[in-house]
Structure formats: C-alpha cells, structure tokens
C-alpha cells in the first residue's frame, strides 16, 4: 500500500471506471473539479450528475458555448478506497469514495 495525503492509506481502487477528461483539447477555458462523483464513476465521464447539470447551463447560457468548445476534467480520475491512519483533525479529509 502507498501512502496517501491527509494521513490516509490508499488500499485500492474502488471504482468503477477511470474518467479521463472530455472537450475540446483547444479550448480556451477548462473547468477542473476536485474529485469524480458516484455519476461520474459509473458513467466514466465528468461531470454528468447535478453538478454537470448546473454546469451545463452555465456554459450554454452565460457563457453561450457548447460543451464540447470547454475541457472539463478532474483532478483525481479514479475513485479509491482510503483507511484513516491518523485521529488528528487535519488528516480527516479528503475522503474519497
């Protein structure tokens, strides 16, 4: 097992699928979440549940682009099992699931 950040263990991969990011790869704007969501691992893309949702409209209303003009990504692509090794508080997050 690899050490992880915040005092947890990574003890494996979890999820379902491995979410790449999606769009244009010329895009001049990306939107970059933290983590995949339950949505988003079953589905193997970004940003597809309520988020997605509300980012979709973001896109198309104010900005006036489609969703394919914007890269949308995450910055942890899988989701993993974590064990907390530590009973301080500042190692009690990110949980990922």
Do not use: H
Not at 56 to 83: A, M
Request: hydrophobic share 40%.
């Amino acid at each position: 097992m690899k050490p992880g950040l915040a005092g947890g263990v990574v003890s494996g991969r979890k999820g379902k699928k491995a979410v790449p990011g999606e769009g244009s790869i010329d895009a001049q704007i990306m939107f970059i979440s933290e983590a995949l969501g339950v949505n988003e691992d079953i589905r193997g893309r970004p940003f597809v549940g309520a988020a997605g949702k509300l980012l979709d409209k973001l896109i198309n209303d104010v900005l006036r682009l489609e969703k394919g003009e914007v890269y949308i990504t995450n910055v942890v692509k899988c989701s993993f099992s974590w064990r907390q090794t530590s009973r301080s508080p500042l190692n009690l997050s990110p949980l990922c699931t």
